[in-house]
Every structure is written in structure tokens, then in C-alpha cells.
């Protein structure tokens, strides 16, 4: 059995589409697809039922997925052995980020990851949680930091940090009186009465921002859906409206003086970074020596901000 030949039915059964397998492996459709096709040729076995919509695993495929997840994990395990024998980690992480998070830990932890593996590769991709959960659960990504996850089959999850959210409002700079407003403290009942700009669902803020209203008997004032932080602060610029966000978000702004951020209170909004993993795939050592960075890193950089 050729280890290309299962690490291509693998991606193909995990993405379900040879489209999106072919993509994320760099190469030719129609060589994955020969590839694959030799390989249920060798088994005489059917391994993926093909359709319009894509690919799915069929019995037998679904039996070979999970052996060839661990032949595939024990591959890489001997690579990083065989690489601590040189006295250095080897093999590649997938890191997912939220946007936010990415412009201030990105370059800095590309920086240690490199110091400390050198013969390691990094990729690091900027999401929305929502997106992250499946390209965990895919395989596409190793390692992710998620706003507000649950629990889920598949994706193991540990706390990292919490941040309070703000109410964010564009900066009034011809009106110094104000500026004490700007800057005291928002009843969580008295955003019903505020037009937010705000994330579509699932998205984690919205569903957490949602929740909390709820629980005091109010809900939010949604004039405008938008998924991305930059565009959401683009437009309570231009005064469209105001939006709940971190306060790392603001200070990773293009324009963050163009902004307050009002606390929240009675209660207070606030929102669980946490670290997630697959399941289905033990960690190798440069993963989980990727993770002690991330939990180093991670909270004094956020908090310092």
C-alpha cells in the first residue's frame, strides 16, 4: 500500500470532495483521482461513493479512514524521532487563528516557532470560529483558537483566557463634553436600545451577546449583519452604527483612536478563548511543543494589550 496513495484517500474521505482534496494536497484533480482509484484497485474495494456533491467514505472506506489516519500519524511520529535524533523537531503545524489574535501573536509566534524548531514548517490561517471547528474536524487544521466553543465529537478543547467585551462607538472628537459619556460604563439591558452592527449567526459573539440579553429580557437592536471585524469597524466609523467587540479587536484596528470602547456591565459580556484540537488524531511532539508556545505566548500578549 502506497503511503501518497492512502494520505490522498484520507484528505479526499475528510473534505469529502476530490475539488477541495486536490487544492489543499497542490496537485492535479485528475492525478488524485487516479491515484485513489489505483489504490481501491489494489484493495478490490469500492472506498469512496461518488456523487454530484462530492465524495463520501462507504464501509469499507470508513474502515480504512481510520486505519489510515493512524498509519499516517505513526508516519509523522517516526519523522520527529528520527528528527529528535538530530537533536531537532521536524513536521508541520496548522494554526488557526481569529483575526484579532492573528495581528498581534502571528509574527511573534512564527518567530519563537522557528527559534525553537527550526526544522519544523508553521502555516497559520485567520477565521472565524465557526469556519476553524470544521477545518479542525477536516484536517485542515492541526491547532485553533476559538471564541465561546462547545464541546463537540471530534474536537478536544481547553480554556485559555477570557476578555470582556465593550461597546464600541465612533469617537466624537468636536464634542470634549462628551467625552466622559464615551468612555463610562453601558448597562447590558441599554444595549437593546443601541443599533448594533453585528456578526451573522453562528458566529460566537453573537450568539454570546444574544444570550446574555436574553437572560436579562431584552435582545439586541441588529441593523446591520457583517462577518469581519475590519468591516463592522469600517462602518461604525462612518457611523452606521455602534458594535461588541474585545478591546484587542479595537487596538488591532487600522484606526484605533477612532474608537471608544464603553464597558459593560450588570452583567458583564464576557467572551472564552479556548484552544482546540482534533480527537481523531493524537498529537505529535511538534504539535503539542506548538500548544506549550500558544499557552505561553498567548495570555500575556492579549493581556498586556
Known amino acids: 500500500m502506497d503511503l501518497k496513495q492512502l494520505e490522498y484517500f484520507v484528505r479526499v474521505a475528510e473534505l469529502g470532495s476530490f ?6 494536497l497542490d496537485i492535479a484533480q485528475p492525478a488524485l483521482s ?11 474495494q469500492n472506498l469512496l461513493t461518488r456523487n454530484g456533491r462530492g465524495a463520501s467514505p462507504t464501509e469499507a472506506g470508513k474502515l480504512l479512514l481510520e486505519h489510515g489516519r493512524g498509519i499516517l500519524h505513526q508516519v509523522s511520529r517516526a519523522k520527529e524521532e528520527l528528527g529528535r535524533v538530530r537533536g531537532a523537531l521536524a513536521g ?4 488557526g487563528l ?4 492573528a495581528k498581534m501573536m502571528a509574527v511573534p509566534l512564527i518567530r519563537e516557532f522557528r527559534k525553537a524548531m527550526p526544522e519544523a514548517s508553521i502555516s497559520i490561517t485567520e477565521g472565524l470560529s465557526t469556519a476553524m471547528h470544521e477545518s479542525l ?4 487544521l492541526d491547532i485553533a483558537l476559538l471564541y465561546n466553543a462547545t464541546a463537540s465529537p471530534g474536537v478536544e478543547l481547553t480554556p485559555l483566557l477570557e476578555e470582556a467585551l465593550f ?13 466622559k459619556a464615551a468612555t463610562s460604563a453601558v448597562q447590558l439591558r441599554d444595549l437593546a436600545s443601541v443599533p448594533l452592527i453585528i456578526p451573522s449567526r453562528p458566529n460566537a459573539i453573537r450568539m454570546q451577546v444574544e444570550s446574555e440579553m436574553a437572560a436579562v429580557g431584552c435582545k439586541p437592536d441588529v441593523v446591520l449583519e457583517i462577518d469581519g471585524v475590519a468591516a463592522i469597524l469600517d462602518l461604525v466609523e462612518d457611523g452606521a452604527g455602534s458594535a461588541i467587540l474585545s478591546r484587542n479587536a479595537v487596538a488591532t484596528s487600522a484606526r484605533p483612536d477612532a474608537f471608544t470602547c464603553r464597558p459593560i456591565k450588570g452583567p458583564a459580556i ?10 481523531q488524531r493524537p498529537a505529535t511532539l511538534t504539535q503539542k511543543a506548538m500548544l506549550q508556545l500558544i499557552q505561553q505566548m498567548a495570555p500575556q500578549m492579549l493581556a498586556a494589550r
Open 270 to 279: 464576557r467572551s472564552r478563548l479556548m484552544i482546540a484540537m482534533s480527537s
Open 19 to 24: 475539488t477541495r482534496a486536490a487544492i489543499a
Open 34 to 44: 487516479r491515484q485513489v482509484r489505483l489504490l481501491e484497485v489494489e484493495l478490490r
Open 92 to 95: 508541520r503545524v496548522a494554526v
Open 167 to 179: 461597546l464600541v462607538e465612533r469617537r466624537n472628537a468636536k464634542s470634549p463634553a462628551s467625552a
Open 98 to 101: 481569529p483575526p484579532s489574535v
Open 137 to 140: 474536524t477536516t484536517g485542515r
